[in-house]
């Protein structure tokens, strides 16, 4: 059984952990708050008021049964205690209408009325709720009392905790609002970094947000600048190799094509051709097609249009996806993997399929296939398996290397798998 870990009950991402890391302390401390100002301060205090009424009303019952009371003695208390009292209360046995014996903190108010009144004393509001009247039976009639519920109840404490609730919605906000900006910065970022990881420019993009995160985009920029630097040189150089090469060769060519036909001259003519295409994959490696824009590009229409031009390699299904690449680019990369499978096996079937974000081009042959543990080898610049995949396959040992350059460039990636038909699949996973 797994052990706990609390990274699987939080949020994923980065402005939602902050937003949860304001909000729940807060919301917590609010919930504690009030539920301890309800249950302990405000019950306390409600019922100390209470205690008070119920001392009152107590009071006014026992005057109100003296035999020698007198109308005077009503008003005099009426004054004194700022209440209505009525001690003949004709209608003491219906409740008015709109009257209701259940409402807040009721249980507090009867339980003090038990506590301080000797005859039993029923209680309601009246007037929507503004004003509790008493009421009790003494042998002379029926005692009404009337009080302001504000005096007896601490009613409308619920306005407190609505207004700290506002408060503590609006902190929040702010707090919120802070935190998108700052996300923003750095969601910024990495939408610049992929963006020069694929060779890309971000337009408008410029260091923004907290001083941290303007260091990082500035870093991330000067890093930029010295790798396309670096790759400029390194593109310039083999540029010059690839020219000055050039030249021999197309000296050597034509010498050979002015001498007579022979076994030997076809041959020497063809190691000519495999020099030439070997310093292609060279400059290709090196510049990484960086002059080429990316555009938008039907993927279908370029698997299918490759395949066709090489014999062997048949298309088995090719749905409709529409992808953001650099045209030669993907045309030289789907060539070299069709041409591959195909000359190390003698069928090849290729596969479009479309998944929930990434389009995969599946490419299988029926050939000798490649170890497990030598196909991230595979990948490596100049290598060359020494296994009978390779053997009398001519190449400079470039076509994967620049095809995965190709798929992380876009994006995506690429692997090598067993297949269905006994060699090798080439799952080539570009985003749409």
Known sequence: MAGF?????????LYARLAALVAVPVLAIFAI???????EHIKDVNAKLSQSIAREVGLIIDTCEHPEHSFSDEAE??????????????????????AKTSFAYAPILRTQLESFVSKPVRVATVEQGSVLDFRSEIETGTVRVLIDRKRALAANTHFTIVWVLLGTVFMLALAFGFLRNQVRSILRLTDAAKAFGRGRDLPGFRPSGATEIRDAARAVMD????????????????????????????????QLAMMEPSDEIAGARADLDDMASMLDEYLAFASGE???KPERVRL??????????????????????????????LSRTLSNLISNAVGYGDRCEIRLTKGPKMAEILIDDNGPGIPESEREDAFRPFHRLEEARTQNVPGSGLGLTLARDFARAHGGDIRLEDSEMGGLRVRLRLPY
């Open 77 to 98: 208390i009426e004054t004194q205690l700022g209440l209505l009292l009525d001690c003949a209360y004709p209608g003491g046995g219906e409740w008015p209408s709109g």
């Open 33 to 39: 708050t009030t539920t301890y100002y309800y249950q």
């Open 223 to 254: 890093m930029r600048a010295r790798l396309t630097a670096f790759a400029d040189q390194r593109t310039t150089m083999l540029a010059g190799v690839s020219h000055d090469l050039r030249t021999p060769l197309t000296r050597l060519k034509l």
């Open 5 to 13: 870990r609390l990274r699987n009950y939080t949020p994923r991402g």
């Open 300 to 329: 279908d229409h370029s698997v299918r249009t490759v395949a066709e031009r090489i014999e062997s390699a048949f298309v088995i299904e090719a749905p409709e996806i529409t992808v953001m690449a650099r045209p030669m680019a």
């Open 290 to 292: 960086e002059g080429e």
